[in-house]
């Protein structure tokens, strides 16, 4: 399995929780970014002509906020130099606010499939405490236009752990999604990190307060028990999903698959090579269009390094990681301090081996990163 992701760096106004690379006001540079795009797409045309991609993913930023016509032009470009399947999974995220029937109809024209849409809240006042552009009867009304233009699978994102949130308003926000039956859902947990609006807001007092973990902790059962009991199953952290309407992207992703990353600030992981292109607008387009790599950084994981990637990656997944399917990709077997480690875990109830394949339970899917970090270490300490 491959994928493609293609990252559109534009937005409308910059989210105050933001940490990704994206550019507010820069409409003036969305012809010569496409531009450098399809250029992109041609220097990889040859490297990847023997490869049969299965998802494409279209994020930012905010795609949508690209003029009429341009997410054709962007899906024909790769449709004339990729071989993608037929029935290949096509994602556009959008942002309430910037949809419109027109647009939404040229989307699945252009074979879109998949729209994920980021509402992160229904509560009026927090989305204006996050900056966000729209409402929820506006993030409403555009759901409703997607589902008139055609789109059967639609994700929505969510965020909890907000400044000043409270679980009532969580139950609210979960409430008013599931009544409108998305195929997918999508529960972020708020990371706020240092050097944006919100944090600096949080850190001064002129922001409300972090929920404490306690109350964070209760979000997030709120949102697995609530979500459980409207049909959605849990198959990674923080996606929910209705039978058979998992993001194929993603999951390809969180099996270290193969996928090219295309565009400003993209990463990629293709062939061994894990690389992220250079996250200046200016830099990107100038470099592309000069015929040079727009790649800033690359490296070759390998060994322990490439078999700690995949099962870093694949426990964030409900169903785990085959451990003799691990061991045979890279030629090597389990580490022995692994094997006690995993052995540490599974008498503690955080870890579950079944029938050859390893998994977190849910309490250790909720305390991930620390039994992450322990292999880590023993990883950095050569075993």
């Known amino acids: 399995m491959a994928g493609i992701y293609i990252h559109i760096p534009f937005c ?19 012809s010569a970014y496409l531009s450098a795009l ?53 994602t556009l995220e959008a942002n309430p606010g910037t949809l419109t029937a027109e647009k939404l109809t040229e989307y699945r024209e252009s074979g879109i499939n998949r729209l994920s849409i980021g509402l992160q809240t229904a509560d009026g006042g927090l989305l204006r405490a996050l900056g966000r552009i729209h409402t929820y009867p506006v993030f409403e009304e555009n759901y409703k236009l997607a589902r008139a233009a055609g789109f059967s699978h639609i994700n929505v994102d969510l965020m909890y752990g907000l400044p000043g949130q409270g679980l009532a308003q969580w139950r609210d926000t979960l409430e008013r999604v599931t009544v409108l039956a998305p195929e997918h859902i999508s529960a972020y947990s708020l990371i706020l990190e240092e050097g944006t609006a919100l944090y600096a807001d949080v850190q001064a007092g002129r922001a409300a307060a972090l929920p404490g973990e306690d109350a964070e902790d209760d979000m997030a059962k709120l949102a697995r028990s609530l979500l459980a009991s409207r049909g959605y199953s849990r198959y990674e952290i923080s996606n929910f999903a209705r039978p058979g309407q998992e993001c194929r992207h993603n999951l390809n992703y969180w099996q270290n698959g193969d996928f090219i990353g295309l565009g400003c600030a993209a990463h990629g992981y293709f062939g061994g090579e894990r690389y992220e292109n250079t996250a200046e607008l200016c830099e990107y387009i100038g470099r592309v269009q000069a015929g040079e790599s727009p790649v800033a950084a690359r490296s070759y ?83």
């Open 12 to 30: 409308k106004a910059r989210c105050r929780y933001c940490d990704f690379t994206s550019y507010a006001g820069r409409a003036a540079d969305m």
């Open 38 to 90: 399809e250029k992109e797409i041609d220097r990889w045309a040859v490297r990847a002509q023997a490869t049969a991609f299965e998802t494409v993913f279209i994020g930012g930023g905010t795609p949508s906020i690209l003029p009429l016509g341009a997410v054709t032009q962007l899906l024909s470009a790769l449709r004339r130099r990729f071989a993608l399947l037929k029935d290949a999974e096509i």
């Open 301 to 383: 994981p390998s060994g322990n390094d490439a078999l700690f990637e995949t099962l870093m990656m694949g426990l964030r997944m409900v169903r785990g990681v085959p451990l003799a399917a691990l061991e045979g990709r890279y030629g090597a077997t389990l580490p022995e301090k692994w094997k006690k480690l995993i052995h540490t875990y599974e008498s503690g109830g955080l870890m579950r081996l079944e029938n050859g394949r390893l998994a977190l339970t849910e309490r250790g899917l909720d305390v991930q990163n620390p039994l992450l970090v322990a292999f880590l270490q023993a990883l950095d300490n050569n075993f």
